[in-house]
């Protein structure tokens, strides 16, 4: 039985998940966890006898797969789980495992789901399902190079995609990926996460530019019941002195487990007028429904020592983090001693007025307590992202 079994769902091109994971397993054996990567399509390809030369000879094979007949598309994709199954097996008890496989595909203009529940529980059996996004304008720019033009040429049958539309097909991928997670639940009698998670973030010594969060998926998919969090604070008033204050909590708390920063989307700076209302309402339907409401902890930070100006985002998402039944912590120096925040939004023994307080409180008030037993995953992240920056 392999350590930890997840699968990782996302567009089937527009996002690079590829080289991603791929660096996420170069990253994980640096900290000594060892990952092995399996691609359901490959794996269909590999069963017909077909070896395609390169990404691009590959996609047309797959094309052809979509523009058969769907029962036969369907067994293909059951006998490549019962292979993959087969495969696993074979693995140490220590090394965990990542199924790549998007969960809907634009095809010929609409969205065409992989039906794919039944099979992942009885067969699979995952641990976790992660659903991969980005800012839909970087997902746009990436399906203008020569690739994205050809996937979309033959898979969506398509010259571009719009906004709303790439907007459409991130939903479709989460909505599924829920559903697998769901049923596998009710079929393993186990609790199967899934997790909404942008392949980027800020860095730490510039939050200005973004790396791959390579130290996020690797702790979600190498480690059992690690605690996920969601940081809450103001993205559009903060002074640059705030913003480093923040940066350095949230660096910190990447020592206690997987950090959920909405910075992790770049929001677009030119978002066309007529997508305004789409793009605003999206950005709020993933910052409430797909992260406060699948984290552990919502965490918010507001380090202002002069009384702190109005955040309706941080008021909104600990507002859905109460009623999702969900752990929140603030930490705020002044002003959290109104009776609508202590006891209400926040529970009174978790507002905090330094970061110190609030990690203390982690490792030595909480039940159970919190340990920061990642900071290895930390302190390798740290020095991977400075190479990374130092070589752009």
């Not at 480690?223 to 969601?230: A, G, I, M």
């Not at 993933?286 to 020592?305: C, E, G, I, M, T």
């Amino acid at each position: 039985m392999s350590k930890k079994i997840s699968i990782i769902t996302g567009p089937i091109v527009g996002l690079q998940s590829t080289r991603f994971i791929e660096e996420t397993i170069q990253f994980a054996d640096s900290v000594g966890e060892k990952v092995v990567f399996f691609n359901l399509f490959d794996e269909i390809l590999e069963q017909s006898g077909i070896e395609p030369l390169n990404a691009y000879e590959a996609i047309l094979h797959i094309a052809e797969l979509l523009n058969g007949y769907e029962y036969q598309f369907q067994c293909q994709r059951e006998k490549a789980y019962l292979s993959l199954a087969r495969k696993i097996d074979k693995l140490g008890k220590n090394v965990s495992v990542i199924i790549h496989t998007p969960a809907s595909i634009e095809w010929r203009g609409f969205s065409l789901i992989l039906k794919d529940h039944r099979i992942i529980a009885e067969v699979i059996k995952p641990d976790c399902i992660i659903t991969l996004i980005n800012a839909e304008w970087k997902i746009k720019d990436h399906l203008k190079t020569d690739y994205g033009k050809h996937v979309l040429k033959v898979i969506a049958q398509q010259k571009e995609l719009t906004i709303p539309k790439i907007l459409e097909w991130l939903a479709s991928e989460v909505s599924i990926s829920e559903d697998w997670a769901e049923w596998a639940s009710l079929i393993t009698e186990k609790k199967v996460r899934h997790i909404v998670f942008g392949i980027e973030t800020p860095g730490f010594t510039d939050r200005s530019k973004y790396v791959r969060d390579v130290e996020g998926l690797a702790k979600l998919v190498t480690q059992k019941d690690v605690p996920t969090f969601y940081t809450s604070y103001s993205m559009t008033v903060a002074t640059e002195e705030i913003r480093k204050k923040i940066n350095s909590m949230i660096w910190k708390l990447r020592g206690y487990g997987v950090v959920i920063d909405p910075a992790s989307i770049e929001l677009g700076t030119d978002v066309e007028k007529e997508h305004e209302s789409v793009v605003f309402a999206y950005t709020v339907c993933r910052d409430l429904r797909w992260d406060v409401k699948k984290v552990d902890a919502v965490v918010a930070l507001h380090p202002y020592n002069d009384m702190p100006p109005l955040s309706t985002g941080m008021m909104d998402e600990l507002g859905h983090a109460r009623a999702y039944r969900k752990d929140r912590y603030l930490v705020m120096p002044v002003g959290g001693g109104s009776p609508f925040t202590r006891d209400n939004y926040v529970p009174a023994n978790h507002v905090f007025k330094t970061d110190k307080e609030l990690f203390n409180f982690f490792e030595n008030k909480r039940r159970p307590t919190l340990k920061p037993k990642y900071q290895h995953f930390q302190k390798a992240f740290a020095k991977w992202q400075d190479n990374k920056l130092k070589g752009e």
